[in-house]
């Protein structure tokens, strides 16, 4: 396995270096001009796990590969590092926050592992990070309350019970409510964004990843949506001449076939 990994790398470092060399796309790519192309391929890797379309996740992984590549081949055009430092750098990273793999330290289960990895992130660079510094300030919101909360998790900065974040959760309800009735659409605002707050919080408790659970309800909703309009469509009618009871009829049909 390990000979024909090596093989294949082999093979693909050479297209890449010939493509770089000769295609006239390829040849004036940077960093700054992948990163939206980068972005998308993680997206549809992400669509792959979600359907664990076994095919598609080969190929999407495959894709997401090509780019760490081709940045690490641009790198090394100008000097700076190549592929081999991007996998010591990770292989260091990965030595050091398992100490408990590779060193004398003792974890009891996955929560240990995940505390320690913070901690000793924390460490790394003369303890100049801070806890919310690794968090990309450009990922989607609802992941990054998640991973905001997460961190705060893993130096204690958390809550004890369950039942004090369904209190936390009904506190933010209630004065959403109350700027809801007062009209003041800044408020409002700033106080629906404490109740998802929350409610990722709330997700957290009960080890429930909210971007995957939201997602699951998307795809729900969007396989429901589209048997209510094909069967309004084969019925000779258009959605927008249907009354809502109507159209619940249907919507309750097709959740019955799921």
Known sequence: MQKRTLQKLEEFDAVLERLRKECPWDKVQTWKSLRTNTIEEVFELSDALVTNDTDNVRKELGDVFLHVAFYAKIAEEQGLFDLADVLQSVTEK?????????????????????????????????????????VPSALPALIKAYRVQDKARGVGFDWDEPSQVWDKLNEEIAEFKAEVASQNRDAMEA????????????????????????????RKFIRRFNYLEE??????????????????RIWDEAKRQE
């Open 231 to 248: 069967k309004t469509i084969r019925q000779g009618l258009s959605l927008k001449d249907m009354t809502l009871e109507e159209m619940d």
């Open 94 to 134: 990965l030595i050091y926050r398992h100490p408990h793999i590779f060193g004398d330290a003792k974890v009891a289960n996955a929560e240990e592992v995940s505390r320690n990895w913070e901690q000793l992130k924390l460490k790394e660079k003369g303890g100049n990070r801070g806890v919310l510094s690794g």
């Open 191 to 218: 106080e629906f964004g404490d109740v998802l707050f929350s409610i990722v919080n709330l997700a957290r408790q009960y080890d429930i990843n909210p971007e995957e659970a939201l997602e699951r309800t998307n």
